[in-house]
C-alpha cells in the first residue's frame, strides 16, 4: 500500500496537536527554585498580575 498525502485538515490537526503537546510539556515542568524564575516583565507574570487582582475584587 502507498503514502497517502494527507488532505489540508488533517496537516493542520496534525501540526496544531503537535503544537499544543507542546506548550503543555513547556508550561507544566517548571519548577520552584531561582533559575524557572519567570522574568518579572515577562507578559505571563503581568497576566497573572491582573487576573489575581479581578479574583480579588470579585470576591
Same mark, same amino acid.
Given at each position: 500500500? +502507498? @503514502?497517502t ?6 496537516r !493542520? &490537526?496534525?501540526? @496544531?496537536?503537535? @503544537?499544543? @503537546?507542546?506548550? *503543555?510539556?513547556? +508550561? !507544566? =515542568? /517548571?519548577?520552584? +527554585?531561582?533559575?524557572? #524564575? ?5 507578559? /505571563?507574570? #503581568? =497576566?497573572?498580575? /491582573? *487576573? &489575581?487582582? *479581578? %479574583? %480579588?475584587? %470579585? #470576591?
Amino acid at each position: 500500500m +502507498g @503514502v497517502t498525502r494527507l488532505k489540508r485538515k488533517d496537516r !493542520r &490537526n496534525k501540526t @496544531v496537536s503537535r @503544537v499544543e @503537546v507542546q506548550f *503543555l510539556k513547556l +508550561g !507544566r =515542568n /517548571i519548577e520552584l +527554585g531561582s533559575r524557572s #524564575k519567570m522574568p518579572k516583565h515577562s507578559q /505571563i507574570v #503581568k =497576566n497573572d498580575e /491582573i *487576573l &489575581n487582582q *479581578l %479574583a %480579588a475584587e %470579585a #470576591k
